[in-house]
């Protein structure tokens, strides 16, 4: 366990990547029960573990765990380091050069360049850009600050309207014979079906949050979703990934 490790070697500060997964995983249950018919998500909210268990989402669930069980291991007595959580959202942005597969995230792009949808995605879905979580892991660190802090890494939360727009807008931008090809796969009806209600509240309602912690404390001013989305394209066109069928959960 990497907690262990850093215990026993004396490992002074900690920053740890967690998941928005641990944050609104709520099924709109909160949205719900709110006066205003929304809620406003902060570093105090939790996924709810017997909502997880209930609708069998152990991959939340076990993000949810694994967080909590973290700051209880940062209070036992004797513990050499300081905790700062970080959890971001979908993560958009560049690319790892020569990655060796394609990840969950830059995937939910390929899939408004291929073709793979027919029609936009009628939802919302919270994002941040990958150079924002770097800064923010680094920045505790290098600062000493945020330490015993848990941070919402969200930089946005567009509609797929709005996704889907950014895609065909950096795919007509771009130029090259196979951006102008897929940019003619970008779907422009919205499917009048909206997405299961899982992540915050239904698809019917904006995701809100407060992300101004990690803005004031850590110094992030976190980058646009129409400068990540226009990056993961250009890269995703120079990579070997043009299809979404070449996603492989079990290479996670």
């Not at 897929?182 to 209600?197: D, F, I, S």
Request: charged fraction near 25%; include cysteine; charge should be negative.
């Amino acid at each position: 366990m990497v907690l262990g490790a850093c215990r026993k070697f004396g490992v002074e500060q900690v920053t740890l990547t967690s998941s928005g997964a641990a944050v609104y995983v709520d099924y709109g249950r909160k949205a719900e029960a709110s006066e205003s018919g929304n809620h406003v998500y902060t570093s105090e909210d939790w996924s709810l573990g017997e909502v997880m268990e209930e609708k069998k989402n152990y991959y939340c669930l076990s993000k949810t765990y694994a967080e909590k069980r973290a700051w209880e291991l940062s209070k036992e007595e004797g513990c050499p380091y300081k905790l700062c959580v970080l959890c971001p959202s979908l993560i958009w942005g560049p690319m790892i050069k020569g990655q060796s597969h394609l990840n969950t995230s830059t995937n939910a792009i390929l899939e408004y360049m291929d073709g793979t949808h027919n029609k936009i995605q009628n939802g919302y879905r919270c994002v941040v850009d990958i150079r924002d979580v770097a800064i923010a892991h680094i920045t505790p660190i290098e600062n000493d600050v945020g330490w015993g802090q848990r941070y919402l890494l969200f930089g946005g939360a567009p509609h797929f309207t709005e996704t889907a727009g950014f895609v065909k807008k950096a795919l007509e931008a771009n130029g090259s014979k196979l951006a102008m090809e897929m940019a003619g796969k970008v779907p422009t009806e919205l499917n009048e079906t909206y997405l299961p209600t899982v992540m915050g509240p239904s698809a019917d309602k904006p995701l809100l949050w407060d992300g101004s912690p990690a803005e004031k404390e850590l110094g992030i001013e976190f980058t646009s979703v129409e400068d990540m989305i226009t990056t993961c394209v250009n890269e995703l066109l120079e990579s070997p990934y043009n299809t979404s069928d070449q996603y492989d959960a079990k290479k996670l």
